[in-house]
């Protein structure tokens, strides 16, 4: 397959290059020249523009920031210049709105368009591990599955255009609540003088059990692989959980949804974020529960 990869940042740049170790042509764009040139190395064809790009390719395949980004180049730049046929996925984070407007102007213009947003963090970006929740017209799937398998461990469909928008913050929310709430509850056993180690033994085999805790647990200690075992280092950083429970948040006021715990999670990751933590993993939000923010 002949690729356009376009937004070759923190996920975008591990995606391209193993599209392009999968035996892709992949031809890579992305406005700063340092990303451009990681891709590159490792196997892509720099083009001088988005437009250069997606001009003669089987696929085009976006990891852009934002809503206004995607919005911006599929408007301005790829449904122009793509030729009839090519399939366009967009990977970003963005705003359900955003991705259905974006798939009614491709539609308009005769392309397959697919929201396809990712579960999984660089690393993952980086193995080839990522979860696929995608959005597109049911005879598209089988097309996207393929495209997008040389980065996935999975590719879910979860419905038309914008679903699988609306998949990835519905699940970020879950997650957003569910770390601030065994992050209280570290805290309250804590007070009461229960040994944080013996309370995770306890509740990963009771009713607490949930990801948040076994599988990514906050105290420092019990999980090895956790980020709370690195200084809250690498992980997923608060200021992209933030993104993701504003999207939820505005979608929910957009649809007339009641998340009352994920306004909470949302304030408080806002107020996490504005006290210097946007860079740290999202669990660190234990250190501000307990009233223990480093100097
Ligand atoms: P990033 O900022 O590292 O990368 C985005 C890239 O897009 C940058 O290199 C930027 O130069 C490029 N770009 C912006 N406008 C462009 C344009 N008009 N033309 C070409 N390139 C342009 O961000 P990231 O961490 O790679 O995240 C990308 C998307 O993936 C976001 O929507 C984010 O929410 C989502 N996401 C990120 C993670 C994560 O852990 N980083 C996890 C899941 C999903």
Redesign the pocket.
């Known amino acids: 397959m002949r690729i356009a990869f376009?937004?070759?940042?923190?996920?975008?740049g591990g995606m391209a290059a193993n599209q392009a170790k999968a035996g892709h042509e992949v031809l890579a764009?992305?406005?700063?020249a340092a990303?451009l040139e990681r891709a590159a190395e490792a196997g892509c064809k720099p083009s001088a523009s988005?437009a250069e790009a997606v001009r003669d390719v089987d696929a085009v395949i976006t990891?852009?920031?934002?809503g206004p980004?995607v919005r911006?180049?599929y408007g301005e730049d790829v449904l122009p210049n793509a030729r009839a046929g090519t399939l366009l996925i967009d990977?970003?984070?963005?705003d359900v709105e955003s991705a259905r407007a974006v798939a009614a102007q491709a539609k308009e213009k005769g392309f397959a368009f697919a929201d396809a947003?990712?579960?999984?963090?660089?690393a993952a970006a980086a193995a080839g591990t990522l979860a696929f929740m995608v959005g597109c017209d049911e005879n598209d799937f089988t097309g996207v599955e393929t495209a997008l398998t040389p980065m996935a461990r999975a590719v879910i469909r979860a419905g038309d255009h914008g679903a699988g928008q609306a998949a990835k913050i519905c699940n970020n929310m879950v997650l957003g609540a569910s770390m601030i709430a065994v992050c209280e509850a570290f805290a309250l056993a804590e007070r009461l003088g229960l040994a944080p180690e013996r309370f995770f033994e306890i509740a990963s085999k009771s009713s607490g059990q949930c990801w948040s805790l076994t599988s990514y647990c906050p105290w420092p200690g019990p999980v090895e692989a956790a980020p709370s075992n690195r200084g809250y280092e690498g992980g997923?950083?608060v200021a992209?959980m933030l993104?993701d429970l504003k999207l939820a948040q505005e979608a929910a006021a957009r649809a007339g949804a009641a998340t009352p715990l994920g306004a909470q999670a949302e304030g408080l990751y806002a107020l996490f974020d504005r006290l210097g933590y946007g860079n740290k993993d999202f669990s660190a939000i234990l250190q501000l529960i307990r009233g223990q923010l480093a100097e």
Do not use: E, R, W, Y
């Not at 764009?29 to 700063?32: A, C, E, Q, R, V």
């Open positions: 376009i937004g070759l940042g923190n996920m975008g764009f992305d406005l700063s990303a988005v990891m852009l920031p934002a980004h911006q180049v990977c970003s984070t963005i947003p990712v579960s999984g963090g660089v997923f950083a992209m993104k």
